[in-house]
């Protein structure tokens, strides 16, 4: 039923934190890599060895970011389904396939249901979902519900394989609805944001925010020594400048 | 957005052929016998060819039947739903129409509430996204309504009606480009608050997340109608209506070649306006790619 459930038991997302992704996409590589050869139509790609195009799941983002004072800050932003607690994907799907779970949040495809329009990632305002050219299903981020539940797998291994492969610890999971949750208690303290929060769909992934940088020496740059050109080069100038 | 011809088609034709329907249903023209078959024919081509051709869209059309599923909660569905339902009731007044003379004007006027229900839950699918600012207003339905009755009073060749009709719809199409233009203008969300970083400094991408093009800037993230958007719009604006009026003025005498000028320079135009819908539409998403 596409028709979102008025809560759910738990609020399982992830948090990532902006200030310590160091942009190496092993997130983006093992999120492709479980997510291939697990739950699921693989995610394909086109022209792997010529203009490759493919599915992902997640993606990471560069960008610069400029102060009003102070220099300019890099930011690597991986991107990938928010699980909203208001998800427009769900509730614009005709056939039923994209729901969100009551007991833990995860907003999943039920590929055997889906036709393939493309409404939902049309209503997701953070390009979570990719409609996979080779299966005709849409995919998105299943926060590797096929890991977290797996008693097969040793328990470390319980968590996204995002999360788990993350090299610079920037990706955490956890249940974000519980307020004494280390993840909680980590977006509590270091400020986590939502993405576009004017949309209102109450995305339950939280972005912790880059940590001011260091101010200690801003401001004291080297005075240039030579602002007026003399000798060979100062005759030269003006020579041009009259030309 | 990717201006898709299965979508366009979709919209322009099954508008047009939802609108004859409603005016059949109402008795404009009340005709029987071969002529209502005629007329019935057009209506259904349109209409059914329409929605075909949104099957063409899917991915896995073979789903396409769960679609009638989710009426509660997905307007999309609600539109499959309704066009069924306007299709085989329209049919059965058409039946009474051709082969027995008969008027049934309760169950035609039934259909033609249900015709525009039917075009209204397919503005609907449009109207409802908030992550296309320029389509999220009230002037899409308005928009899409007006054109579908103008349309549809032309085809009915009803033509003092289609005369106002067009100049309604010329004025919903009007406020439609100068509203979605104002959305634009006012939209809250950017890259700033698309990365949550706006709070930090002005932000700009410097380095895109795959080198190769992927779904969602094949789907959401096309750039090439916004080029030449101010063109495309004088030139279907001229041809959705200005020509369509001036011939249906000019050939009073002869209503029947005023009629099909006016019938095919008004196609001709909504399809331009239609493929400017979609392609100068920008999806939010393109915050992330900065573009």
């Given amino acids: 039923m596409t028709t979102l459930p008025s809560q759910t038991d738990t609020k399982l997302g992830l948090v990532i934190d902006l200030d310590t992704c160091v942009g190496c996409h092993a997130c983006v590589v093992s999120c492709k890599g479980w997510n291939t050869q697990n739950y699921g139509a693989p995610l394909s790609d086109k022209d792997a060895y010529g203009t490759p195009e493919g599915t992902f799941l997640n993606r990471v983002h560069s960008y610069e970011v400029q102060p009003d004072q102070g220099a300019a800050q890099t930011v690597h932003f991986p991107k990938s389904c928010l699980h909203c607690e208001d998800a427009p994907c769900v509730t614009v799907c005709p056939t039923g396939a994209s729901y969100k779970r009551t007991e833990d949040g995860i907003v999943l495809v039920n590929e055997a249901d889906c036709m393939g329009c493309g409404l939902c990632a049309w209503s997701c305002p953070y390009g979570a979902r990719e409609l996979d050219l080779m299966a005709g299903v849409m995919k998105k981020c299943t926060l590797c519900v096929d890991r977290i539940y797996n008693d097969n797998l040793p328990e470390e291994d319980r968590i996204p394989a995002c999360v788990r492969t993350c090299p610079s610890g920037a990706r955490h999971f956890g249940d974000l609805g519980d307020p004494n949750s280390d993840v909680s208690k980590l977006v509590a303290e270091r400020g986590g944001m939502d993405l576009m929060p004017e949309l209102g769909t109450k995305p339950v992934n939280k972005y912790l925010p880059p940590r001011p940088k260091d101010t200690l020496d801003c401001g004291v740059a080297l005075e240039p020594v030579a602002e007026e050109a003399k000798g060979f080069l100062g005759w030269l100038d003006k020579a041009l400048e009259k030309m | ?291």
């Fill in chain 2, 1 to 291: 957005m990717h201006p898709a011809p299965s979508v366009i088609f979709f919209t322009v034709f099954s508008g047009l052929g939802f609108g004859l329907l409603g005016f059949l249903g109402l008795g404009m023209p009340g005709l029987n016998g071969w002529f209502a078959f005629t007329f019935y024919f057009i209506a259904y081509a349109f209409a059914v060819g329409g929605l075909l051709a949104s099957v063409a869209h899917l991915a896995s059309p073979m789903n396409a039947i769960k679609s009638f599923s989710q009426w509660r909660s997905s307007w999309l569905s609600r539109e499959g739903v309704l066009a069924v339902v306007t299709l085989v009731v329209t049919a059965v007044y058409a039946v009474g129409r051709i082969f027995f003379d008969t008027a049934m004007p309760t169950l035609g006027a039934i259909g033609s509430i249900l015709c525009v229900l039917t075009v209204f839950s397919t503005s609907m699918i449009y109207t409802q996204l908030k992550t296309v600012p320029r389509w999220n207003s009230p002037t899409t339905p308005f928009m899409f309504l007006s054109y579908s009755f103008a349309g549809g009073a032309l085809l009915a060749g009803q033509v003092t009606l289609a005369l106002y009709l067009l100049i309604v719809a010329a004025i919903a199409q009007l406020l439609n480009w100068r509203v979605g233009d104002q959305r634009m203008l006012t939209s809250e969300t950017n890259l700033g608050t698309a990365t949550g970083l706006g709070n930090v400094g002005v932000v700009r991408q410097y380095e895109p997340p795959h080198s190769g093009k992927n779904y969602l800037l094949n789907e959401m993230v096309y750039v090439v109608g916004r080029k030449h958007a101010r063109k495309v719009r004088r030139i279907s604006f001229v041809a959705a209506f200005l020509i369509p009026v001036l011939a249906l003025l000019a050939f009073r005498d002869a209503p029947h070649i005023g009629g099909m000028l006016a019938i095919i320079f008004h196609i001709l135009g909504v399809v331009g306006s239609r493929w400017l819908y979609f392609a100068e539409a920008r999806h939010v998403v393109a915050n992330f790619y900065g573009k």
